[in-house]
């Protein structure tokens, strides 16, 4: 949609980081032979039997050619506090997670991503950052995090960072010297503004208009030295003022404290948030009110300012000093690819190696027609840079909900998973989508543990329902936790959704998952094929080729986003003759014999891998 329309319109009204629909804004041969097909359950022609994981070892992480390694890794989002908890306290932890880290060797996960584990008061559990160098006692030590990193190393796992450079917590030590005085040496650090005048009775008027996307004004005054300062989310996150070069110098630091400790890269928070308007004008109203009660707003002066692609060049420049292809991912809910492929700093490549394109996965529709030209549009305009698709985060409701129509939800899945593994794009997947774990929406406000679903209760219920413990077994606490009582509930089909069951259960998700995993790891055409649609025009099927390399075998895929039977045929004349495709992977029984390019009969909510013959 257009570029105009504000971050605060979308699900929910929240920006950056947190949920939005994005509705309105916004899978080569086939492994050769019985080892690879006996080895998977899914494929064709093979024996129902659980994945045996035999190229776990190999990495996703490992470095192809002259390809960064991050091209062709699975990267894999973990919410420490929901993982593993080691300790019986009710919360995970680093060493939680390094206890798990033979799973995600087991899915060849390539790289994880750690939501923030610095300390932190937890007002926006840990996204309010108190030290950015060190690690809040609740998950660990320091040494915790070195034996996390090394442990992961020999798995060929690489660790990705949360960096929130946006704002920093209240409890700060640089925002505490901030709000001592106007003068002090760090008051420039912050965005400090005198009230725009005074109402009858005394009472200070914030400097403008300016929404936070937690309810409210986005300045707080401050009765000490008389003057307001600007947080764009919680009022204990201040915004840092990044036209100060002080600040840039501090927040690169922290950058080089962690690159120095052996972490790959970093996924930034909110960042296109770091600047804002500075003649302070009003953000234009779009009428309404969101779920807090505020006016909504576009966020013309406060998001996607240009200045914030100097940081991102200068950013850019400093990792790239590094050895080993750090990696620099965006969390960019953004109204348009132009607006994305400005993050990757266009043809010139020299800004985020991997901004998040939310555009695809955020649809929150099952529609053949929107997914195919989102899709398209990442593969013709980001000036060949390479896309990052993401279906599932911690802050939006899981995938299995969003797009589930509560009959077909499995299937549905799978389809969102073959996507997401066999498009030409780099995949970012959530902890627990492998299992199909859905939402746990709280029924009570007395049970919110999310601040905003505190304050929006009951239009807003929060953001706990995605962020539920990692369901592991069928035993106590879905074997995430010894405590007598976790952090949060454990989702109430822990039973049936979970690992072990799932890893005996040759059409699980799970091992749906592995099994695309592990042919997009080994097949040419879906590591480095360029990618061509098909039957453009079909709203029910949407199908793809992803070309051979070097002569060799292309790979077709099709969806069904309908619950009802398709039929389709294929042309594929761009790709060069061919009369048959044989069947690779499908969850559906009538096609795994099936070598047929015509009159391809898809059930519903099916998806269909063949190699070009």
Aim: charged share 25%; glycine share 8%.
């Amino acid at each position: 949609m257009g570029a105009s329309m504000s971050r605060k319109h979308y699900r929910l009204e929240m920006p950056g980081r947190f949920a939005k629909s994005l509705e309105t804004m916004l899978v080569a041969a086939a492994l050769c032979g019985a080892t690879f097909a006996a080895a998977h359950g899914q494929m064709a022609n093979a024996p129902a039997v659980p994945v045996a994981h035999e190229v776990a070892g190999h990495g996703q992480g490992a470095q192809s050619g002259n390809d960064p390694w991050w091209k062709h890794a699975v990267f894999y989002e973990i919410y420490p506090r929901s993982f593993q908890d080691s300790n019986g306290d009710g919360l995970g932890d680093l060493n939680g997670i390094t206890e798990r880290l033979g799973y995600l060797q087991s899915l060849d996960i390539g790289a994880i991503w750690l939501t923030p584990v610095y300390p932190s008061p937890l007002v926006d559990f840990g996204y309010d950052i108190s030290d950015y160098e060190n690690i809040d006692p609740q998950y660990g030590t320091l040494a915790d995090f070195d034996r996390m990193v090394a442990e992961a190393k020999t798995r060929h796992i690489r660790v990705i960072m949360d960096m929130v450079m946006n704002h920093t917590s209240d409890q700060h030590k640089w925002f505490l010297e901030s709000a001592s005085s106007r003068t002090n040496p760090k008051r420039d650090w912050f965005i400090w503004q005198d009230p725009k005048g005074y109402t009858a009775d005394g009472k200070p008027i914030p400097p403008n208009n300016w929404i936070s996307g937690f309810g409210g004004s986005a300045w707080q005054y401050d009765p000490r030295t008389k003057q307001f300062y600007y947080h764009e989310f919680y009022k204990q996150q201040p915004d840092l003022n990044w036209r100060n070069p002080e600040v840039e110098k501090a927040m690169f630091d922290t950058v080089r404290f962690w690159l120095d400790r052996g972490v790959s890269g970093f996924r930034f928070d909110a960042v296109p948030s770091l600047f804002e308007d500075q003649k302070l004008r009003d953000n234009p109203a779009l009428g309404g009110i969101n779920a807090q009660g505020d006016p909504i707003l576009e966020d013309t002066y406060t998001n996607n300012l240009p200045e914030v692609h100097d940081v991102m060049r200068r950013l850019r420049a400093m990792v790239n000093h590094y050895p080993g292809d750090r990696v620099l991912i965006g969390e960019t809910y953004l109204p348009s690819v132009q607006e994305l492929d400005k993050w990757y700093g266009g043809s010139k490549h020299d800004e985020l190696q991997l901004p998040m394109d939310m555009q695809v996965g955020f649809t929150n529709k099952l529609d053949a027609s929107l997914l195919r030209q989102r899709i398209n549009d990442a593969e013709t305009s980001i000036d060949g840079n390479q896309p990052l698709f993401v279906f599932d985060n911690h802050d939006n409701k899981r995938s299995w909900d969003r797009y589930g129509d509560g009959v077909h939800n499995e299937a549905i899945a799978k389809v969102l998973a073959t996507l997401l593994l066999t498009s030409r794009s780099t995949p970012l997947m959530y902890y627990g989508e492998e299992l199909g774990m859905s939402t746990s929406v709280p029924t009570r406000k007395e049970d919110v543990k999310d601040p905003i679903g505190i304050t929006g209760w009951p239009k807003e219920k929060g953001r706990d329902g995605e962020r539920t413990p990692m369901q592991w077994n069928g035993e106590k606490n879905a074997g995430f936790s010894t405590a007598s009582t976790t952090w949060l509930p454990i989702g109430v089909d822990y039973k049936t959704v979970n690992v072990r069951v799932e890893e005996g259960e040759p059409d699980s998700m799970l091992n749906w998952y592995k099994t695309l995993i592990a042919f997009r790891r080994s097949n040419p055409a879906l590591r480095n094929g360029t990618m061509v649609m098909l039957d453009k025009n079909n709203p029910s099927v949407l199908s793809f080729v992803r070309k051979g390399v070097d002569g060799g075998p292309s790979v077709v895929v099709a969806v069904n986003c309908t619950g009802e039977p398709q039929t389709v045929s294929f042309d594929l004349r761009a790709v060069g003759k061919s009369i048959s495709a044989k069947t690779v992977i499908t969850d559906a029984p009538s096609l795994r014999g099936s070598s047929k390019l015509k009159d391809i009969a898809l059930p519903p909510f099916s998806s269909w891998v063949g190699s070009i013959q």
